[in-house]
């Protein structure tokens, strides 16, 4: 055993066990923290109004299904590059304004669609948010 783990065991176990317990728990939520990354914003990343605008309608409406950097833990696929790519990587559609408007507006598949919602401007600065993932 390393010299730090001997020190560390020795003093769990010098603690009652409520105690260790609740310096397990402690420990645990500590690191359980460690790969969260601070959320970055508007600015640092260099959004323009419209896409701030567009990253604001993002957290309110796209973001539940939708992780802006992965789908880890999201129903919808991940939506970073989303334009770097010559298709859609679930559907196969183009991945252009045009589609991407298309689905924003009537949805697809498990999709709602957002055209009782968002104003045709608003899905125009949601769309130029997407540029920037």
Do not use: W
């Amino acid at each position: 055993m390393l010299p730090d783990a001997a020190i560390l065991m020795n003093f769990l176990n010098s603690l009652s066990p409520c105690l260790r317990i609740s310096a397990v728990i402690v420990a645990l939520l500590a690191l359980a923290g460690c790969d969260v990354e601070r959320r970055k914003s508007d600015a640092e990343l260099g959004l323009n109004p419209q896409q701030a605008a567009g990253r604001r309608l993002y957290d309110n409406y796209c973001d539940r299904c939708h992780e802006p950097y992965s789908s880890h833990g999201k129903k919808g696929p991940s939506l970073k590059g989303v334009f770097k790519h010559q298709y859609l990587s679930l559907s196969g559609l183009p991945a252009n304004d045009e589609r991407m408007i298309d689905i924003i507006k009537f949805g697809r598949a498990k999709m709602e669609g957002f055209n009782q919602v968002m104003t045709d401007q608003q899905i125009q600065d949601l769309l130029a948010y997407l540029h920037t993932l």
